[in-house]
């Protein structure tokens, strides 16, 4: 049985790790700061599960490629939902 898992590291040169676990797998996000806010150097979350885990039901996409983009009741609400689908998919 799987659980959804994010966390957030705020490094001291600014750079932003997300890393989310999703069905047994690590994705990971780093946001490194720019000249117009940060940019990525890794796809994004909904890209990297496409690519290593296959298709999935948009909502599940959905869910994935907002997360990095909400707030604590966003992402405790997002968790719960993608625990639900690691274990239906």
Known sequence: MYMAEYRVTYKDNG???KELDFKG???RLTMIPDGTGSTS???TFDIQVVERLGEFD???LDV???ISFA???EIEEYLEE???YENVY
């Open 15 to 17: 750079v932003i790790e």
């Open 25 to 27: 797998e690590t994705f």
């Open 41 to 43: 150097k890794e796809k």
């Open 58 to 60: 948009e909502c599940v």
């Open 64 to 66: 994935i490629g907002n």
């Open 71 to 73: 707030d604590e009741f």
């Open 82 to 84: 993608l625990s639900y």
